[in-house]
């Protein structure tokens, strides 16, 4: 760290002084704009000269000779606004809201006056459904609606929002599965918080969890992005967190769960169904007729080991009541889930007697959350926290000093052994890695405990109505700490016949220290004589990984007439990559080492010009990437010396820095006050993911079987948009727009093989994409009782490979043994459901003094996904690609709510139902789950009466009774189905 800080120090240092010099500001890409007209009433000629100013603030600004003014540089949030004339009546405009990158049009009439009329007039704003400035598919997520939703994380939210979905995800080379944001079937997005890229590079996935009590403010860009973002392909997740006040204000949500098992049908462990148990646990196993053992007849089973045992002497009854405790049930589903999320702001306690104290002020936000797993792994649950905080320092009327930090953690177990290593945070997650036998045995999975450590200094100055500086520093440390779980203890636990065991199979036992009773592995997985486990791959994870992530960023923005606001400014990143990952597997010698150590760094320059005229918006832009991986690439792919000791000898070059520049347009074009129609186009890049760039894995031995390739060029994606947006009446809106993206430069896996038969695997950019699709939103944003919105997604992806994946030195076999491939075009949809009934704070009669039929709020959400589309070719028939589909995947979720007062306090209880009809769908991850016998995978499919058949079969389905699902006794029924109904009961409080 130490060593760190010296060689980041003059970086840190060079960008502290341009930012003391300059006495900039930090609103890039997370502030809004109010323009407006004030006329007279009487005449309606303008104004000049008006006093406008955002009350309870020091920003403003005064009209033109045209009766026009702008305030740039505004935060997200609603306002109100002051209007002062002299010989006018003043005037008071609320509930003025400001979006991210929005411009807010505001108009108002000022009337003559008297001294006699002091009274200031107060006029609510009206907020348009339609933004005819944005050129791009965008929505603003409303924090309040965001309260009144079945919601238990951010991730949550953003699955509802249409185009965007958290999937699992297999990478090319069959090695990660991982759970990631998707929007428009495309990866590659882009997290900001408060104008600061958090997207880190050794973990997996995009990070999106938030703190919902510290938002102020959030939106999603699917659609044409400005030039100020890069690095990001698919879309961007814009969020702006709270500041503190001149007021105290707190906010507390906490939310529990009772306690319940989260599968259909008995437990996991139930003696009649479990398969071990029906085999082995049962009286009928004990004595058998003819001496033989017979694995699928138990009746022969322990009579069979006493008579062969030449160790313990022990009696059929004694070897099974060994069994019996070892396969003894584990607790689970026995605790309660339960969220906490709280906001606390406010001027800084102590420093009143300061003559800057009212300068001052703080907020901070705490998320905890616990959560059960289905069944028991290495940890029975899992823990997240999210601690926030922010001081904001305001020295002056143009300016803002913010510090803020964040420390997160999560502690899981993990689900598969990959190099990013991928944590358990979902059911389907858990469901997707059981096997019947490791329900019994804690070791089976890692320990995973993450860490991940920010902090900020964000700087504000407006040195004029027109212009703002912005300038931003972070300091990003992310840690994981991957191990086995707790080592068993030797004490003695259980004695039978004068012999002791102890709690196997709890805590992990190395490979080489499980004792030896004879015998060979069972069709179980375990030792025929039913003493011990065999723990080969169990636990084998281990990961301490580093990651650090400097950024530094400036903007300027200026407004340099009434129609240009000029955007211009520079990004750099300095990133300390440090993976050290392995897969130890003593029982088998088998070892994987992923460890590598680069610190690359970025620059980017962009310059872009939002043009506003009353017939239209336009925004251009163009940004250039500069990216030095400071390293070499292997030239000679079918060298023998890719081994450990003698690596150094295989031919390499030095990687050039790479540099592309990405023009970006977007163009609104309103029809008329209530519609309009937008475009945007433009070029995306981002890096290659840092396995691909740095990784080599050893294998045991010493010999490499994978590595690197620093030279990738970056990902591109050339992207279309064209949409139209109508709004009918004051409250409803309906949007429509089609999408084309054309993808290139992915990666693919390739194979080279040297003449003598050495095989090495790397990388090339040889993998290409493309998406097109509609989507249409119809909502009503305003209303007394109701509100909601309808949405429909239709989307239709293609793949493939050009050239070869397997090379050969022997240029003869290369054209034969090798050949490109293309999938089939598949089409996904999703109709998406959000609606809310609510009561006014005052409806209705009271009784005893309550309002008891007022502030009701009822919201139901509903999601109808079709399927994957995956092969099933039993035949092996030519060209047989994608051609069957899951069945759709439905839920409904509900949230009820009743708010009130007590002693200045404004609460509300809450009920949450996920799952709302406890709906059974058959897990998607079904062949994995049955992995070790894909027998009964193949014999369900095989049962389906599919389309193609003549019948109406679904993969998926499962309730006619001509279908065969697995047998209990084959496997775990449990496991089969995913969540079922979950119900949480809550209360909020605010001040």
Same mark, same amino acid.
């Given at each position: 760290?130490?060593?760190?800080?010296?060689?980041?120090?003059?970086?840190?240092?060079?960008?502290?002084?341009?930012?003391?010099?300059?006495?900039?500001?930090?609103?890039?890409?997370?502030?809004?704009?109010?323009?407006?007209?004030?006329?007279?009433?009487?005449?309606?000629?303008?104004?000049?000269?008006?006093?406008?100013?955002?009350?309870?603030?020091?920003?403003?600004?005064?009209?033109?000779?045209?009766?026009?003014?702008?305030?740039?540089?505004?935060?997200?949030?609603?306002?109100?606004?002051?209007?002062?004339?002299?010989?006018?009546?003043?005037?008071?405009?609320?509930?003025?809201?400001?979006?991210?990158?929005?411009?807010?049009?505001?108009?108002?009439?000022?009337?003559?006056?008297?001294?006699?009329?002091?009274?200031?007039?107060?006029?609510?704003?009206?907020?348009?459904?339609?933004?005819?400035?944005?050129?791009?598919?965008?929505?603003?997520?409303?924090?309040?609606?965001?309260?009144?939703?079945?919601?238990?994380?951010?991730?949550?939210?953003?699955?509802?929002?249409?185009?965007?979905?958290?999937?699992?995800?297999?990478?090319?080379?069959?090695?990660?599965?991982?759970?990631?944001?998707?929007?428009?079937?495309?990866?590659?997005?882009?997290?900001?918080?408060?104008?600061?890229?958090?997207?880190?590079?050794?973990?997996?996935?995009?990070?999106?969890?938030?703190?919902?009590?510290?938002?102020?403010?959030?939106?999603?860009?699917?659609?044409?992005?400005?030039?100020?973002?890069?690095?990001?392909?698919?879309?961007?997740?814009?969020?702006?967190?709270?500041?503190?006040?001149?007021?105290?204000?707190?906010?507390?949500?906490?939310?529990?769960?009772?306690?319940?098992?989260?599968?259909?049908?008995?437990?996991?462990?139930?003696?009649?169904?479990?398969?071990?148990?029906?085999?082995?646990?049962?009286?009928?196993?004990?004595?058998?007729?003819?001496?033989?053992?017979?694995?699928?007849?138990?009746?022969?089973?322990?009579?069979?080991?006493?008579?062969?045992?030449?160790?313990?002497?022990?009696?059929?009854?004694?070897?099974?009541?060994?069994?019996?405790?070892?396969?003894?049930?584990?607790?689970?589903?026995?605790?309660?889930?339960?969220?906490?999320?709280?906001?606390?702001?406010?001027?800084?306690?102590?420093?009143?007697?300061?003559?800057?104290?009212?300068?001052?002020?703080?907020?901070?936000?705490?998320?905890?959350?616990?959560?059960?797993?289905?069944?028991?792994?290495?940890?029975?649950?899992?823990?997240?926290?999210?601690?926030?905080?922010?001081?904001?320092?305001?020295?002056?009327?143009?300016?803002?000093?913010?510090?803020?930090?964040?420390?997160?953690?999560?502690?899981?177990?993990?689900?598969?052994?990959?190099?990013?290593?991928?944590?358990?945070?979902?059911?389907?997650?858990?469901?997707?890695?059981?096997?019947?036998?490791?329900?019994?045995?804690?070791?089976?999975?890692?320990?995973?405990?993450?860490?991940?450590?920010?902090?900020?200094?964000?700087?504000?100055?407006?040195?004029?109505?027109?212009?703002?500086?912005?300038?931003?520093?972070?300091?990003?440390?992310?840690?994981?700490?991957?191990?086995?779980?707790?080592?068993?203890?030797?004490?003695?636990?259980?004695?039978?016949?004068?012999?002791?065991?102890?709690?196997?199979?709890?805590?992990?036992?190395?490979?080489?220290?499980?004792?030896?009773?004879?015998?060979?592995?069972?069709?179980?997985?375990?030792?025929?004589?039913?003493?011990?486990?065999?723990?080969?791959?169990?636990?084998?994870?281990?990961?301490?990984?580093?990651?650090?992530?400097?950024?530094?960023?400036?903007?300027?923005?200026?407004?340099?007439?009434?129609?240009?606001?000029?955007?211009?400014?520079?990004?750099?990143?300095?990133?300390?990559?440090?993976?050290?990952?392995?897969?130890?597997?003593?029982?088998?010698?088998?070892?994987?080492?992923d460890k590598f150590r680069r610190i690359p760094i970025k620059l980017a320059f962009y310059a872009q010009d939002k043009i506003e005229f009353s017939g239209m918006t336009a925004n251009l832009g163009v940004r250039l990437d500069y990216t030095n991986r400071k390293g070499?690439?292997?030239?000679?792919?079918?060298?023998?010396?890719?081994?450990?000791?003698?690596?150094?000898?295989?031919?390499?070059?030095?990687?050039?820095?790479?540099?592309?520049?990405?023009?970006?347009?977007?163009?609104?074009?309103?029809?008329?006050?209530?519609?309009?129609?937008?475009?945007?186009?433009?070029?995306?890049?981002?890096?290659?993911?840092?396995?691909?760039?740095?990784?080599?894995?050893?294998?045991?031995?010493?010999?490499?079987?994978?590595?690197?390739?620093?030279?990738?060029?970056?990902?591109?994606?050339?992207?279309?948009?064209?949409?139209?947006?109508?709004?009918?009446?004051?409250?409803?809106?309906?949007?429509?727009?089609?999408?084309?993206?054309?993808?290139?430069?992915?990666?693919?896996?390739?194979?080279?093989?040297?003449?003598?038969?050495?095989?090495?695997?790397?990388?090339?950019?040889?993998?290409?994409?493309?998406?097109?699709?509609?989507?249409?939103?119809?909502?009503?944003?305003?209303?007394?009782?109701?509100?909601?919105?309808?949405?429909?997604?239709?989307?239709?992806?293609?793949?493939?490979?050009?050239?070869?994946?397997?090379?050969?030195?022997?240029?003869?076999?290369?054209?034969?043994?090798?050949?490109?491939?293309?999938?089939?075009?598949?089409?996904?949809?999703?109709?998406?459901?959000?609606?809310?009934?609510?009561?006014?704070?005052?409806?209705?009669?009271?009784?005893?003094?309550?309002?008891?039929?007022?502030?009701?709020?009822?919201?139901?959400?509903?999601?109808?996904?079709?399927?994957?589309?995956?092969?099933?070719?039993?035949?092996?028939?030519?060209?047989?690609?994608?051609?069957?589909?899951?069945?759709?995947?439905?839920?409904?979720?509900?949230?009820?709510?009743?708010?009130?007062?007590?002693?200045?306090?404004?609460?509300?209880?809450?009920?949450?139902?996920?799952?709302?009809? /406890?709906? %059974?769908?058959? =897990?998607?991850? *079904?062949? +994995? &789950?049955? !992995? #070790? /016998?894909? %027998?009964?995978? =193949?014999?369900? *499919?095989? +049962? &389906?009466? !599919? #389309?193609?058949?003549?019948?109406?079969?679904?993969?998926?389905?499962?309730?006619?009774?001509?279908?065969?699902?697995?047998?209990?006794?084959?496997?775990?029924?449990?496991?089969?189905?995913?969540?079922?109904?979950?119900?949480?009961?809550?209360?909020?409080?605010?001040?």
């Amino acid at each position: 760290m130490i060593s760190l800080l010296k060689k980041s120090f003059p970086v840190i240092l060079y960008s502290i002084l341009i930012c003391s010099v300059l006495s900039i500001v930090i609103l890039a890409g997370d502030v809004g704009k109010i323009k407006g007209k004030v006329t007279e009433l009487e005449t309606g000629e303008p104004l000049i000269g008006v006093n406008v100013v955002i009350k309870g603030t020091t920003s403003g600004a005064t009209t033109d000779i045209e009766g026009k003014f702008t305030i740039i540089g505004v935060s997200p949030g609603t306002y109100s606004l002051g209007f002062s004339y002299l010989g006018y009546q003043s005037a008071t405009l609320t509930n003025v809201e400001v979006d991210i990158d929005r411009t807010t049009n505001v108009e108002i009439q000022l009337s003559k006056t008297s001294i006699e009329i002091e009274k200031e007039v107060i006029i609510v704003a009206k907020r348009p459904p339609i933004a005819l400035d944005v050129s791009s598919s965008k929505r603003d997520i409303e924090i309040a609606e965001v309260e009144e939703m079945p919601l238990l994380n951010f991730n949550s939210l953003l699955n509802l929002q249409p185009g965007t979905i958290f999937q699992t995800r297999t990478n090319d080379v069959q090695e990660q599965i991982t759970t990631e944001l998707s929007i428009r079937g495309g990866t590659g997005i882009g997290v900001f918080v408060d104008g600061l890229n958090i997207t880190e590079a050794l973990s997996s996935g995009s990070l999106t969890n938030f703190n919902i009590s510290s938002l102020e403010a959030a939106e999603i860009l699917s659609g044409g992005f400005n030039a100020e973002y890069g690095n990001i392909r698919s879309g961007i997740i814009n969020v702006v967190t709270k500041d503190g006040t001149s007021n105290y204000h707190m906010s507390a949500d906490f939310k529990i769960s009772p306690a319940a098992k989260k599968h259909f049908g008995e437990s996991i462990y139930d003696q009649n169904t479990a398969p071990e148990w029906v085999l082995y646990g049962h009286d009928d196993a004990l004595y058998g007729a003819d001496g033989v053992h017979d694995p699928s007849n138990p009746d022969s089973y322990w009579e069979l080991w006493s008579a062969n045992d030449t160790v313990y002497g022990f009696t059929p009854e004694q070897a099974q009541q060994v069994w019996k405790y070892q396969h003894r049930e584990r607790q689970y589903g026995h605790k309660p889930d339960y969220i906490i999320d709280a906001s606390f702001g406010g001027p800084i306690p102590l420093l009143d007697n300061f003559s800057f104290g009212n300068l001052v002020s703080f907020f901070t936000s705490l998320r905890y959350e616990y959560n059960m797993f289905a069944v028991p792994l290495s940890r029975d649950h899992y823990e997240d926290m999210n601690w926030f905080w922010k001081i904001t320092l305001r020295p002056g009327a143009a300016m803002k000093i913010n510090l803020q930090g964040n420390y997160q953690q999560n502690l899981s177990t993990t689900t598969y052994n990959t190099p990013q290593v991928s944590v358990a945070t979902t059911q389907q997650s858990i469901f997707s890695m059981q096997y019947p036998l490791t329900k019994y045995y804690q070791g089976m999975r890692s320990i995973a405990d993450r860490y991940r450590n920010q902090i900020a200094l964000n700087l504000t100055h407006a040195p004029s109505e027109k212009t703002y500086y912005d300038f931003k520093i972070s300091y990003l440390l992310r840690r994981s700490f991957v191990n086995h779980a707790d080592y068993r203890s030797t004490a003695s636990a259980f004695t039978v016949g004068g012999y002791s065991f102890d709690c196997s199979p709890e805590g992990y036992v190395d490979a080489e220290t499980v004792p030896d009773f004879g015998g060979k592995e069972g069709e179980l997985g375990m030792s025929t004589r039913g003493f011990a486990f065999i723990l080969g791959g169990h636990g084998k994870e281990r990961d301490y990984s580093r990651e650090i992530l400097i950024n530094t960023r400036f903007d300027i923005v200026s407004q340099i007439d009434k129609y240009n606001q000029i955007k211009t400014g520079f990004e750099y990143n300095y990133n300390d990559l440090n993976m050290n990952h392995g897969l130890i597997d003593l029982s088998d010698a088998l070892v994987k080492m992923d460890k590598f150590r680069r610190i690359p760094i970025k620059l980017a320059f962009y310059a872009q010009d939002k043009i506003e005229f009353s017939g239209m918006t336009a925004n251009l832009g163009v940004r250039l990437d500069y990216t030095n991986r400071k390293g070499t690439y292997f030239t000679d792919m079918y060298s023998n010396y890719f081994e450990v000791d003698s690596i150094g000898y295989v031919s390499s070059a030095d990687v050039k820095p790479f540099v592309y520049i990405s023009p970006r347009v977007g163009i609104s074009h309103p029809i008329s006050e209530k519609s309009k129609l937008f475009f945007n186009y433009g070029h995306f890049y981002d890096e290659p993911g840092v396995l691909y760039l740095y990784n080599k894995r050893e294998r045991y031995g010493g010999y490499y079987d994978r590595i690197e390739n620093t030279n990738l060029k970056p990902q591109r994606t050339i992207a279309y948009e064209l949409g139209f947006e109508q709004q009918f009446g004051d409250e409803y809106l309906f949007h429509i727009s089609g999408y084309y993206r054309n993808i290139t430069n992915q990666i693919m896996w390739v194979s080279y093989y040297s003449e003598i038969g050495n095989l090495i695997s790397s990388y090339t950019n040889g993998n290409y994409a493309d998406s097109r699709g509609l989507e249409a939103i119809f909502e009503k944003k305003i209303g007394r009782f109701f509100i909601g919105s309808l949405s429909l997604d239709y989307l239709i992806t293609s793949s493939g490979n050009f050239g070869n994946s397997t090379f050969y030195e022997d240029v003869l076999k290369t054209p034969v043994m090798s050949s490109s491939t293309q999938s089939t075009p598949g089409a996904a949809y999703t109709f998406l459901l959000n609606f809310t009934f609510k009561t006014p704070p005052e409806w209705g009669i009271e009784i005893l003094n309550a309002d008891v039929f007022g502030d009701w709020i009822l919201n139901i959400t509903h999601e109808y996904r079709s399927g994957n589309t995956f092969t099933y070719n039993p035949n092996s028939l030519p060209g047989v690609n994608n051609n069957v589909r899951w069945r759709p995947h439905q839920n409904t979720n509900l949230r009820i709510s009743k708010g009130f007062s007590i002693q200045g306090l404004n609460m509300q209880a809450y009920m949450e139902v996920y799952n709302l009809f /406890n709906r %059974k769908e058959l =897990n998607p991850a *079904l062949r +994995s &789950l049955l !992995l #070790p /016998n894909l %027998k009964l995978y =193949n014999e369900y *499919l095989a +049962s &389906l009466n !599919l #389309p193609e058949e003549g019948g109406t079969d679904q993969p998926g389905d499962y309730e006619a009774d001509y279908i065969k699902l697995p047998d209990p006794g084959d496997f775990p029924t449990q496991l089969l189905f995913l969540e079922p109904r979950d119900i949480y009961f809550g209360i909020r409080v605010n001040f």
